[in-house]
């Protein structure tokens, strides 16, 4: 079965500092890896996908296919970072419903 | 265009009571998903409607379910209220292109139904 398992709760690191929030994946296909972010009292919004290869807001996540991993990381962390974060993964062979991760808070501490 | 929006915002039911939560997609999206979000559980998937359709169907008992309507319009009921579905009721469309595939889903802000 398809899981996806974002193994920190909560994850507090100091401003400037550099950030790394864990997603682990379950699928025995190629998966598809987004990582959305939710800042507080906004939304709930798309922050990348492995597709892109992009980086977003100084955000970069690799998605590893041996480790089966997609972890999100940034080099400085900055206190505007502070949100919950969720690592979905979508299943090509279950009609692209997204499986999400529990979610991390990270809390940057000035 | 206009975001995804929800209604009502709040809700407070007793047990037992049945509650009907709507969501409006962005223009063009046939695509709804609802989510039952909680600080214990996090971010969990209800059932997705496609083109009047449901597509997909998450680990919920039958007290929940839903419905689209011709205008991408999407109705959430919970009949027989429990204190355990107290929890934000997060809606999100997207945009299917022709031939499937992904893209990116907007989320509205939710509906935080309390039943006490």
């Known amino acids: 079965a398809q899981r996806v398992t974002q193994p920190e709760k909560l994850l507090s690191v100091f401003k400037g500092a550099p950030v790394e929030l864990k997603c682990n994946y379950s699928?025995?296909?190629?998966?598809?890896l987004f990582w959305y972010v939710q800042y507080s009292r906004q939304r709930l919004q798309l922050l990348l996908r492995h597709i892109s290869r992009e980086s977003i807001k100084g955000f970069t996540a690799d998605l590893n296919k041996g480790e089966t991993s997609f972890h999100l990381k940034k080099p400085f962390a900055q206190e505007e970072d502070s949100a919950m974060y969720y690592c979905?993964?979508?299943?090509?062979?279950?009609?692209?419903?997204?499986?999400w991760g529990a979610g991390t808070k990270l809390i940057i501490k000035p | 265009k206009a975001g995804v929006t929800q209604t009502p915002r709040y809700l407070i039911k007793t047990r037992g009571q049945q509650v009907t939560l709507s969501c409006s997609p962005i223009?063009?999206?046939?695509?709804v998903s609802w989510y039952q979000q909680t600080p214990g559980q996090g971010l969990q998937f209800l059932f997705e409607?496609?083109?009047?359709?449901?597509?997909n169907k998450g680990n919920f008992p039958g007290r929940f379910s839903g419905r689209q309507f011709s205008n991408s319009r999407s109705e959430m009921n919970v009949s027989t209220l429990e204190l355990g579905d107290s929890a934000l009721y997060l809606c999100?469309?997207?945009?299917?292109?022709?031939?499937?595939?992904?893209?990116?889903?907007?989320f509205g802000p939710g509906t935080r139904l309390t039943v006490l």
């Open positions: 999100a469309s997207s945009f299917i292109p022709t031939g499937g595939g992904y893209n990116e889903q907007f």
């Open positions: 409607y496609f083109s009047e359709t449901q597509r």
């Open positions: 979905a993964l979508r299943a090509l062979d279950s009609n692209y419903q997204l499986i």
């Open positions: 223009s063009g999206h046939r695509s």
């Open positions: 699928y025995s296909g190629s998966p598809e």
